[in-house]
């Protein structure tokens, strides 16, 4: 596990904020998984490499996780860390093989026209993620399924909404063409860093909209399954409280530095889940509308 665990201390994500609410060895299957995601999502973005390059590696990538699916033997050392995890929580090809559509979706496509389509890149990239996570977790009941996507999906239009600065930077717009025309806000315009009250009022309907899947995911969430969940819920929790913080913000998001949670606040957000979960409740603070 030593390259699982190294990317995953390097990071210093959310994502791998999260398991340490979870018991060891549910926690060392989540830092090989981590870092398959981590890998292959950075291989997408090394804007610095030629796409066609970059495409080439991750289907080098999507063939090495498929041979540690059969069974086989992976030869990239994430791979080989994470295969002992493959077969024992039966994580499906398929899945893997979403994700990395997701990553080379971001080779292709700089503009996305509608929420259809970014929906699909959500679900791809993050939905995808927690799907495979739910697995690792342990959960009873089939609605906890449509749970981790609703989740992945709040998660990733906070992200979206939080990176729009930092995203333009690299000639990336996610937000989509149907919005920007419906707020007249143009492509200059968030290319070009331009804040606007016409910005503020887009940025609030697509808040509203990832308010609707956090609130889904928890509508969703079969009591059977919440204990389970509880690093899903602390990520649902951390997320709730950086879209709250965008908001106060008034969703300038130009500034030079990235708007985001202190490590204080993410910490008090970990002891506070962990209180609630010692008190018998392993539901997240988020998605009260």
Same mark, same amino acid.
């Given at each position: 596990?030593?390259?699982?665990?190294?990317?995953?201390?390097?990071?210093?994500?959310?994502?791998?904020?999260?398991?340490?609410?979870?018991?060891?060895?549910?926690?060392?299957?989540?830092?090989?998984?981590?870092?398959?995601?981590?890998?292959?999502?950075?291989?997408?973005?090394?804007?610095?490499?030629?796409?066609?390059?970059?495409?080439?590696?991750?289907?080098?990538?999507?063939?090495?996780?498929?041979?540690?699916?059969?069974?086989?033997?992976?030869?990239?050392?994430?791979?080989?860390?994470?295969?002992?995890?493959?077969?024992?929580?039966?994580?499906?090809?398929?899945?893997?093989?979403?994700?990395?559509?997701?990553?080379?979706?971001?080779?292709?496509?700089?503009?996305?026209?509608?929420?259809?389509?970014?929906?699909?890149?959500?679900?791809?990239?993050?939905?995808?993620?927690?799907?495979?996570?739910?697995?690792?977790?342990?959960?009873?009941?089939?609605?906890?399924?449509?749970?981790?996507?609703?989740?992945?999906?709040?998660?990733?239009?906070?992200?979206?909404?939080?990176?729009?600065?930092?995203?333009?930077?690299?000639?990336?717009?996610? !937000?989509?063409?149907? /919005?920007?025309? =419906? $707020? *007249? @806000?143009?492509?200059?315009?968030? %290319?070009?860093?331009?804040?606007?009250?016409?910005?503020?009022?887009?940025?609030?309907?697509?808040?509203?909209?990832?308010?609707?899947?956090?609130?889904?995911?928890?509508?969703?969430?079969?009591?059977?399954?919440?204990?389970?969940?509880?690093?899903?819920?602390?990520?649902?929790?951390?997320?709730?409280?950086? !879209?709250?913080?965008? /908001?106060?913000? =008034? $969703? *300038? @998001?130009?500034?030079?530095?990235? %708007?985001?949670?202190?490590?204080?606040?993410?910490?008090?957000?970990?002891?506070?889940?962990?209180?609630?979960?010692?008190?018998?409740?392993?539901?997240?603070?988020?998605?009260?509308?």
């Amino acid at each position: 596990m030593q390259h699982s665990r190294a990317i995953t201390r390097k990071s210093a994500s959310n994502l791998a904020l999260a398991f340490i609410l979870l018991p060891k060895p549910k926690r060392d299957a989540m830092s090989a998984l981590y870092a398959f995601c981590r890998e292959v999502d950075d291989v997408a973005d090394e804007d610095s490499v030629p796409a066609e390059e970059r495409r080439r590696e991750l289907s080098r990538w999507r063939a090495d996780v498929k041979l540690a699916c059969d069974n086989q033997a992976p030869g990239i050392p994430v791979n080989v860390e994470l295969q002992p995890v493959i077969q024992n929580f039966s994580l499906p090809f398929g899945l893997f093989d979403e994700l990395v559509k997701g990553c080379e979706m971001d080779l292709e496509i700089t503009r996305y026209e509608d929420f259809d389509q970014l929906e699909l890149y959500c679900y791809r990239v993050a939905s995808v993620v927690g799907l495979l996570s739910i697995e690792i977790f342990g959960y009873k009941k089939p609605a906890t399924r449509e749970y981790a996507i609703h989740l992945g999906k709040a998660l990733q239009f906070t992200n979206i909404l939080r990176d729009v600065g930092n995203d333009a930077a690299r000639g990336r717009i996610y !937000l989509p063409r149907s /919005e920007l025309k =419906k $707020f *007249n @806000v143009s492509e200059n315009d968030i %290319l070009e860093g331009r804040y606007s009250e016409q910005f503020r009022a887009m940025a609030e309907s697509i808040a509203a909209r990832a308010k609707g899947f956090y609130a889904a995911a928890r509508a969703l969430l079969p009591s059977e399954d919440t204990r389970s969940m509880i690093a899903a819920e602390l990520m649902g929790t951390v997320y709730w409280r950086l !879209l709250k913080k965008l /908001e106060r913000a =008034k $969703f *300038n @998001v130009f500034g030079q530095q990235t %708007l985001k949670l202190s490590k204080p606040q993410k910490l008090a957000i970990v002891f506070r889940s962990w209180l609630r979960f010692s008190l018998g409740s392993a539901t997240g603070n988020y998605g009260n509308l």
